[in-house]
T-cell receptor, first 111, second 118 residues
């Protein structure tokens, strides 16, 4: 089955700097890669997703890149703000439509 | 749009009792609903996938007789934890998608249910 690895597990950045989270996946048939943001005790919120027919997608300060050959995808957050502090999860969808999540990255943005 | 609700938001029960958790899609028809469990500071682990009108598909290691799932309509799925024990204490989260089996439509998550078994 699909296996998703996510790095780093924790990431501290100064406000205004950029944050990058990287994930790799194992199933070459995976074709959908969402990113979720989860605040403590709350539901995961979809922040951006990408499908295998594109290599990059951007939404304001958030961007995701996908390299299908290398089977890795990354989340980029620019101009970080304190409200960006949360746990971020990457995920890959297998051929059954089920999501396999990475272990999560705790992002802390310090003013 | 794409709002998913869960009820209750938290529940405390005694060991050996059963607890039912409801997951509803409020503004769309959810052909597929997923149930996850999340332990503190860990990732989401898929427990089962349910499609309206058919039996749920459970992930390896998840006891189907302990975690009963019913998806009777396109807007409601329920998870019943039977004979709950302290090790079942966790955050249970559902998600809903309008795509059918094998679809990669976006999953929208409910707010989660915090279960504590004494």
């Amino acid at each position: 089955g699909e296996n998703v690895e996510q790095h780093p597990s924790t990431l501290s950045v100064q406000e205004g700097d950029s944050a990058v989270i990287k994930c790799t996946y194992s199933d070459s048939a995976s074709n959908y890669f969402p990113w979720y943001k989860q605040e403590l005790g709350k539901r995961p919120q979809l922040i951006i997703d990408i499908r295998s027919n594109v290599g990059e997608k951007k939404d304001q300060r958030i961007a995701v890149t996908l390299n299908k050959t290398a089977k890795h995808f990354s989340l980029h957050i620019t101009e970080t703000q304190p409200e960006d502090s949360a746990v971020y999860f990457c995920a890959a969808s297998d051929s059954w439509g089920k999501l396999q999540f990475g272990a999560g990255t705790q992002v802390v943005v310090t003013p | 749009g794409a709002v998913v609700s869960q009820h209750p938001s938290w529940v405390i029960c005694k060991s050996g009792t059963s607890v039912k958790i409801e997951c509803r899609s409020l503004d769309f028809q959810a052909t597929t609903m997923f149930w996850y469990r999340q332990f503190p500071k860990q990732s989401l682990m898929l427990m089962a996938t349910s499609n309206e009108g058919s039996k749920a598909t459970y992930e390896q290691g998840v006891e189907k007789d302990k975690f009963l799932i019913n998806h009777a309509s396109l807007t409601l799925s329920t998870l019943t934890v039977t004979s709950a024990h302290p090790e079942d204490s966790s955050f249970y989260i559902c998600s809903a998608s309008w795509g059918g089996r094998g679809s990669t439509d976006t999953q929208y998550f409910g707010p989660g249910t915090r279960l504590t078994v004494l």
